[in-house]
């Protein structure tokens, strides 16, 4: 049930700090070790590249827990496992002919981890992940299983909660029909000047660049299969000819199907297919989400340091994500922009170039993503987020001893 041997995260930038590794293979085994521990934090895919997960008491994994994944076709929603991970889920719902309105870049990440952290796809009408979560149930300090429902006054500050208010054992979530989507990438966009239109062109856009040249390298867009398929060239950009990866030099075998060819949305959504499985991640990962109005602005202001982003660059990601009201979420009251960078894994070299980029995102309002690098003082994260001290508020009442707590919720969420 439990082991001493150190764990890292998916990219190997973090050591656990954790006496034990736990696995239960139980709820009520669960909330017995909650119930015992100093010390506690849940541990999913480890796709954070940020110590969000970390603990120096008992770390615990979910995947061993009973698998749950219950359609309720009525209401139109489904209850499963936090632990289990998007791709082990979504292609079920699409048996059953039903949908979520958005997903991640990969399926393999858990949905607890990527909800309580504020992980999101793309899309000018798509929210983040937690925004499709209806309902949470968790382990509380006591240990004991308690449910929060939308409509309850602390739903809000409950699902991107930084794993800081329990251990979460199930979500419920809001279902659509079934839809398909094809993809298309398009090569050689220059200039920021059709930004905002390219964001709003399909279901789902991401632009990436190298930060070696003012524009875009690519154009990845996933639209509905009922909308006209678009011209060869647009906006002065290309079609590509042939599948396309958006890292330089990377086999595009991995990437979900494009050159518009139709499939369910879980198998175009993300950019990864779910049968290719990451191994230990050669990068790092920082992404800052903005206000959509500012997009245009903070990429001007970026491209003028560009000769210092791409030397420790692999590619950088612009997507778009709705506005919500979950107090901690990115997308927090605002339509947001995000950029999103995959560094080299060299942290040394990485670090002084991410306080570069913060410092010229600073004037936008930058909020930085939860699970990833970034370096901003916790005085001006508690500028970006106006419902943060109500968050302080409800882990006071929850975990006063601060059993779910660690060194980075200390730092930015202090009790």
């Not at 298309?184 to 660049?209: H, I, N, Q």
């Not at 599948?243 to 959504?269: A, I, K, Y």
């Not at 990864?272 to 903070?298: C, H, I, K, M, N």
């Not at 943060?388 to 001893?401: F, Q």
Request: glycine letters at 10%.
């Amino acid at each position: 049930m439990g082991t001493s041997a150190s764990v890292t995260n998916w990219a190997g930038n973090i050591v656990f700090g954790a006496g034990s590794f736990r696995r239960p293979d139980s709820v009520p085994a669960l909330q017995e070790l909650v119930a015992g521990s100093d010390r506690i934090r849940a541990l999913g895919t480890g796709h954070s590249f940020s110590p969000i997960a970390d603990t120096t008491g008992d770390l615990v994994s979910l995947a061993d827990l009973p698998k749950i994944a219950h359609i309720d076709p009525d209401a139109a929603t489904v209850t499963v496992s936090a632990g289990a991970r998007y791709g082990e889920v979504t292609g079920m719902l699409t048996a059953a002919g039903f949908a979520l309105p958005n997903l991640g870049s990969l399926p393999h990440i858990s949905i607890a981890g990527a909800c309580s952290t504020g992980t999101h796809g793309s899309g000018n009408g798509n929210g983040a992940l937690a925004t499709a979560v209806s309902a949470v149930e968790l382990v509380g300090a006591d240990g004991e299983l308690r449910t929060v429902r939308r409509g309850d006054a602390e739903f809000a500050g409950s699902l991107v909660a930084l794993g800081a208010l329990g251990i979460v054992t199930t979500f419920t979530l809001d279902l659509r029909p079934a839809f398909d989507l094809r993809q298309w990438v398009y090569e050689g966009l220059r200039g920021f000047d059709d930004v905002e239109e390219v964001l709003a062109a399909a279901y789902s856009v991401s632009l990436f660049t190298y930060w070696e040249g003012e524009g875009f390298e690519q154009v990845w867009i996933k639209q509905r299969d009922t909308d006209p398929e678009p011209p060869l060239r647009w906006l002065g950009s290309t079609r590509a000819d042939g599948p396309r990866h958006m890292v330089r030099g990377v086999d595009p075998r991995h990437c979900t199907p494009q050159l518009g060819v139709v499939g369910p949305w879980n198998e175009r959504l993300p950019h990864f297919r779910l049968e290719f499985t990451p191994s230990s991640g050669e990068e790092l990962q920082s992404e800052y989400l903005l206000p959509r109005g500012s997009l245009v602005d903070a990429l001007r202001a970026l491209d003028r340091i560009r000769d210092t982003i791409a030397p420790v660059l692999q590619v950088c990601e612009i997507r778009s994500i709705a506005a919500d009201d979950l107090w901690l979420s990115l997308a927090h009251e605002r339509d947001s922009a995000a950029v999103h960078f995959t560094w080299v894994a060299d942290t040394a070299a990485v670090l002084p170039v991410v306080a570069a980029v913060e410092a010229v995102l600073e004037p936008f309002g930058a909020r930085p993503h939860w699970g990833k690098v970034f370096g901003i003082e916790p005085d001006a994260v508690r500028a970006l987020w106006p419902r943060l001290p109500d968050v302080e508020r409800l882990l006071r009442r929850h975990d006063p001893a601060g059993k779910f707590r660690n060194a980075m919720v200390d730092r930015y969420l202090p009790a």
